[in-house]
């Protein structure tokens, strides 16, 4: 979808730190990206460097944009594009029109989400969706996936839930958010307490009893991989942990959306030591008062990143049963499966990607 479009739409990976401004056209970057520093604490800089920005990309590219769309931190009211009261960024305190205000400046549609829901459309229209699909086709298997949920794991939890292609946002515009589901090792505490960059520090350091203050998740990697000094049992549970309480809430999405998952951003590069956590989780069972014992989940679940789970998922095929009385047969889906894989694109592109095609959906409807 939208591979062979030409409209342009420009796009902007706002954090905490920098600004970064691109323009995308075919789910290509037309232009190379700016950056500029983020102003959180100004309502006014913070204005004047975002139209300073997207000035800036207008310059060196062709054509007019068809629209802008980006992802902005929350809580928001992204229907409306008004950006609320934001512990990192204090120049939007008290509900500021930042949509409405690019309208009025740059005379085109303004489309504002969170950084989750834009991940996950971006995974569900240009990332393992589809590489799934095609991968069950190339295997002959007539099954087809129309779901996806896409877990973004760095400084927070993020999520987002795709629908048969429709982006889930919610009546309050909360539509896949995780990181306040119930944390299942510490019950009082958000699940983001275990599912973030301070939770892979925090677990090290409880289990290594080493100094942690200058340790980035990355340096906890590489200790996992013998690369670096440090305790590396420590440093893989770290992860494991991370993931086993990811994989708990992921378990409660699937409940709703029954889909695909993909996992992205600044952690899921240490996915081999994340994976096997979530797939605990998801393997896991519940019982009854009566002492009965079920799957956690309806459906088996599968590691797309282990060679040995892609091929049994792959080989889940439709079978086929006779109506009672005829000679018709029927197909039936007689084991229900879904897989749990990693982003090829990456958090930053799908995002992009996301922000792209959402955009352009918009503007077609």
């Not at 949920?149 to 946002?169: Q, S």
């Not at 080493?210 to 996992?224: G, K, R, S």
């Not at 049992?233 to 959306?257: H, K, P």
């Not at 007689?334 to 592109?349: E, F, P, W």
């Amino acid at each position: 979808m939208y591979t062979n479009d030409n409209r342009i739409v420009l796009t902007l990976d706002a954090g905490g730190t920098n600004f970064v401004f691109s323009a995308m056209q075919g789910y290509k970057e037309i232009v190379e990206p700016i950056r500029l520093d983020a102003v959180s604490d100004d309502i006014e800089g913070c204005l004047d460097t975002l139209e300073k920005g997207f000035r800036l990309v207008l310059k060196k590219m062709k054509g007019k944009p068809s629209a802008i769309s980006f992802a902005f931190p929350g809580p928001a009211d992204y229907e409306h594009g008004i950006i609320g009261d934001l512990p990192n960024f204090p120049a939007f305190r008290g509900g500021i029109a930042l949509g409405p205000y690019l309208e009025s400046v740059f005379k085109v549609p303004v489309f504002i989400n969170n950084d989750g829901n834009l991940f996950a459309y971006g995974e569900a229209l240009a990332g393992l969706l589809p590489e799934v699909n095609a991968a069950l086709e190339e295997a002959g298997n007539q099954r087809r996936y129309r779901n996806l949920i896409g877990i973004t794991l760095g400084t927070g939890f993020g999520g987002g839930v795709v629908i048969d292609g429709t982006l889930l946002r919610g009546d309050n515009g909360c539509g896949g958010d995780v990181w306040c589901m119930r944390n299942n090792k510490y019950p009082d505490l958000i699940a983001e307490e275990s599912v973030s960059i301070r939770a892979v520090r925090r677990v090290y350091h409880e289990l290594s009893d080493e100094p942690v203050d200058e340790l980035t998740p990355y340096d906890i990697f590489l200790i996992a991989e013998g690369e670096q000094p440090g305790n590396a049992d420590a440093a893989r549970q770290s992860f494991r942990e991370l993931g086993q309480v990811a994989g708990e809430a992921i378990a409660t999405a699937l409940d709703i959306a029954d889909g695909i998952v993909s996992i992205g951003g600044g952690l899921a590069g240490a996915g081999k030591y994340i994976l096997p956590g979530v797939m605990d989780a998801l393997h896991g069972s519940v019982g009854t008062f009566g002492g009965s014992r079920f799957p956690i989940l309806q459906m088996e679940t599968y590691n797309w990143e282990d060679p040995a789970d892609r091929q049994w998922f792959l080989s889940l095929g439709m079978d086929s049963v006779i109506v009672p009385r005829t000679a018709n047969v029927q197909p039936y889906l007689r084991q229900r499966s879904v897989c749990v894989g990693l982003s090829k694109n990456g958090a930053s592109t799908s995002i992009m990607y996301g922000a792209y095609a959402f955009a352009l959906n918009e503007l077609d409807r």
